[in-house]
């Protein structure tokens, strides 16, 4: 097997080993939540108010957490930092690569502060749901469950996307990639107080 070759299924593999490692908690996620929906609303008989609030629920979240948050950010975000990875990866980065695919390790500080105080507000709303009267964790759960599942498919799409060397049109959000940011702002403002490479 040529060099190439070699590197080419060294970067697939972890390209792979990221994204489907995210989506691999993802579904451990969904079969849980969906699971215990499933569990409590077979044992009860949701009125009409229950049932449109669950509908109403699921829309909503389908909406803000599996489209905006999901389709639009996260899921590309996820393949563009999993194929930044296969590219310049550390040996540490690569075995950690989900959780670095989840910009829960080396990204800029911006996104790192943001990804832990969602993973802080995650587990916040988790105890607080389990505290809820069972119809209504139920919908609750199988909202968050659909969006999650939402949100499983869009990595899928997004890596199939990455895969066949389309854009994904958002960053990486690596630390690297804030200092060359940086460097070439400051780089311009020189040139402007200058007076520019094309001033007379």
Known sequence: MSPPVREGRRRLAVVLWGVLGVVAV???????LGATAARILTGYTLTTGQLVLLAA???TIAYFEGYRGFQQRFSPRVVARALHLAEHGRPLHVALAPLYCMALLH??????IA??????????LILLVRQM?????AIVDAGVAFALAWGAVSILVWLARGLAGRPLGISADVPEDAGRAVDAEHLARQAARAGGPCDP
């Open 26 to 32: 993802l579904v451990e996620a969904i079969c849980r």
């Open 57 to 59: 629920w699921t829309v």
């Open 107 to 112: 990204a800029t500080r911006r996104r790192l």
């Open 115 to 124: 990804t832990w105080a969602l993973v802080a507000g995650i587990v916040a």
């Open 133 to 137: 009267p069972p119809p209504y964790r």
